[in-house]
């Protein structure tokens, strides 16, 4: 056991890693002339050295070509929203006219419920997670109000049932057994952002339509970080950022799927704008809305080209290293973390995310024992000495060994400094 726990095992597991060559795509913000050991891709990812180029050749036509840049060469801007959409499908296991880039995750959030949470008298609420991302809530708790209907009665929340706060399929289960008949949407996230747990989404829109409710996933921290196979899983709709795992740049555009089982439905309700209408008429400039094929037939203003050109090199990679291999190695560095945290850290760092790999993505959290103030302390002892994870109230570390970038030794050094903190 020792030897596994040693800097040279560290090491040799980093010499052996098939992915190594990726760390070089990227800068690293530094700390005394070194890279940060920086475990926070899932809160903002990394700048991949290839997207400062592609903002510039933006800003390059701009200059030079001014409006004919939208016409002009083969990243012309009227279509800049489709160079990222094969690379996304493939991210997201979708069919390319299933997804889009537009927006941000929220306005996204929004306009999918807009189309897919169409309460009646008898079917009026939203079932979703106790405890989600704020702006979750916020936005189904709007769309209750807008449509007449009452949060306090028709907003479901599955409170966790397990040690650690974590939630068992059983009790979503239970949720729908209970108060099915009554669900017109389910909106659940892949990955939960406070306590890392994976949830199995093929299961829960099996239930969810067993029940005859709508689905829809939020998938922030599950881009990038976890394979998906939305169309085989086939929720009604799923919303993600960029800027996490997919390493788009703070404010990135975001993503957006829709089910192909929706994509020539034009009787679904939808907040319509121009870039939503068909391309090949959309010139036309004619009064009535003829929405495009797909998930494209839910935009609503011509692409921000400058905010999506850094998505385009961080893709590239991703496309290089495949879904598939990020998965494979994610789940050895975590792995190596967990073990790390256990024979070492016991006494400091209790894993609240559970233990079971497929329930789980990159990241773990972890409670800091003694509470608030020796969690703060910690937090910013290991930020002084350039060890970044990031802090959730009132005593989570959250650490995030992103395949993509992080290495062994990473991992190493973060426990090392754990352990100097701790004292013997
Ligand atoms: C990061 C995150 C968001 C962020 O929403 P924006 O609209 O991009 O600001 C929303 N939901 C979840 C679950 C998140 O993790």
């Given at each position: 056991?020792?030897?596994?726990?040693?800097?040279?095992?560290?090491?040799?597991?980093?010499?052996?890693?098939?992915?190594?060559?990726?760390?070089?795509?990227?800068?690293?913000p530094?700390?005394?002339?070194?890279?940060?050991?920086?475990?926070?891709?899932?809160?903002?990812?990394?700048?991949?050295?290839?997207?400062?180029a592609?903002?510039?050749?933006?800003?390059?036509?701009?200059?030079?070509?001014?409006?004919?840049?939208?016409f002009t060469?083969?990243?012309?801007?009227?279509?800049?929203?489709?160079?990222?959409?094969?690379?996304?499908?493939?991210?997201?296991?979708?069919?390319?006219?299933e997804?889009?880039?537009?927006?941000?995750?929220?306005?996204?959030?929004?306009?999918?419920?807009?189309?897919?949470?169409?309460?009646?008298?008898?079917?009026?609420?939203?079932?979703?997670?106790?405890?989600?991302?704020?702006?979750?809530?916020?936005?189904?708790?709007?769309?209750?109000?807008?449509?007449?209907f009452?949060?306090?009665?028709?907003?479901?929340?599955?409170?966790?049932?397990?040690?650690?706060?974590t939630?068992?399929?059983?009790?979503?289960?239970?949720a729908?057994?209970?108060?099915?008949?009554?669900?017109?949407?389910?909106?659940w996230?892949?990955?939960?952002?406070r306590?890392?747990?994976?949830?199995?989404?093929?299961?829960?829109?099996?239930?969810?339509?067993?029940?005859?409710?709508?689905?829809?996933?939020?998938?922030?921290?599950?881009?990038?970080?976890?394979?998906?196979?939305?169309?085989?899983?086939?929720?009604?709709?799923?919303?993600?950022?960029?800027?996490?795992?997919?390493?788009?740049?703070?404010?990135?555009?975001?993503?957006?799927?829709?089910?192909?089982?929706?994509?020539?439905?034009?009787?679904?309700?939808?907040f319509?704008?121009?870039?939503?209408?068909?391309?090949?008429?959309?010139?036309?400039?004619?009064?009535?809305?003829?929405?495009?094929?797909?998930?494209?037939?839910?935009?609503?203003?011509?692409?921000?080209?400058?905010?999506?050109?850094?998505?385009?090199?961080?893709?590239?990679?991703?496309?290089?290293?495949?879904?598939?291999?990020?998965?494979?190695?994610?789940?050895?560095?975590t792995?190596?973390?967990?073990?790390?945290?256990?024979?070492?850290?016991?006494?400091?760092?209790?894993?609240?995310?559970?233990?079971?790999?497929?329930?789980?993505?990159?990241?773990?959290?972890?409670?800091?024992?003694?509470?608030?103030?020796?969690?703060?302390?910690?937090?910013e002892?290991?930020?002084?000495?350039?060890?970044?994870?990031?802090?959730?109230?009132?005593?989570?570390?959250?650490?995030?060994?992103?395949?993509?970038?992080?290495?062994?030794?990473?991992?190493?050094?973060?426990?090392?400094?754990?352990?100097?903190?701790?004292?013997?």
């Open positions: 056991m020792n030897e596994l726990l040693s800097p040279a095992h560290a090491t040799a597991l980093d010499a052996a890693d098939p992915l190594r060559h990726l760390r070089g795509q990227f800068l690293f530094q700390h005394q002339g070194a890279d940060q050991a920086y475990f926070v891709g899932n809160s903002l990812g990394l700048q991949p050295r290839g997207a400062q592609m903002v510039q050749e933006v800003m390059d036509l701009w200059a030079r070509i001014a409006v004919e840049g939208h060469g083969p990243t012309h801007w009227m279509n800049y929203h489709r160079l990222v959409r094969d690379a996304l499908a493939r991210v997201v296991g979708a069919q390319p006219v997804v889009v880039a537009m927006n941000t995750l929220s306005v996204n959030l929004h306009l999918m419920m807009v189309s897919f949470y169409r309460p009646t008298r008898e079917r009026p609420a939203i079932l979703m997670e106790a405890g989600a991302f704020p702006t979750d809530r916020h936005a189904v708790e709007a769309q209750i109000r807008f449509h007449g009452d949060p306090a009665t028709d907003l479901i929340e599955v409170q966790p049932d397990q040690t650690n706060g939630l068992s399929m059983a009790a979503v289960e239970q729908l057994a209970e108060h099915g008949r009554r669900v017109a949407l389910v909106l996230p892949g990955v939960q952002y306590t890392g747990q994976a949830f199995d989404l093929d299961a829960i829109t099996r239930l969810a339509r067993a029940h005859g409710a709508n689905i829809g996933f939020d998938l922030a921290h599950s881009v990038g970080n976890m394979p998906l196979a939305l169309h085989d899983v086939a929720p009604d709709f799923a919303v993600w950022c960029h800027y996490k795992y997919l390493n788009g740049g703070p404010g990135a555009v975001a993503g957006c799927f829709v089910h192909e089982r929706h994509a020539r439905d034009t009787t679904l309700p939808r319509a704008g121009w870039w939503g209408h068909e391309q090949a008429t959309r010139f036309r400039m004619a009064p009535e809305f003829v929405p495009e094929l797909g998930a494209e037939g839910w935009q609503l203003s011509n692409p921000p080209v400058l905010g999506l050109a850094p998505l385009r090199a961080s893709l590239e990679l991703f496309d290089q290293a495949g879904m598939q291999a990020l998965r494979a190695k994610s789940l050895r560095l792995g190596y973390l967990e073990t790390l945290v256990r024979a070492r850290l016991s006494s400091v760092l209790q894993i609240i995310t559970p233990a079971e790999p497929e329930r789980r993505g990159c990241q773990l959290s972890l409670r800091v024992a003694g509470g608030r103030e020796q969690g703060r302390s910690l937090f002892y290991l930020q002084s000495v350039g060890v970044l994870g990031d802090w959730r109230e009132p005593d989570v570390i959250r650490i995030s060994p992103t395949p993509m970038y992080n290495r062994y030794r990473d991992v190493l050094r973060f426990v090392e400094e754990v352990e100097a903190w701790a004292g013997p």
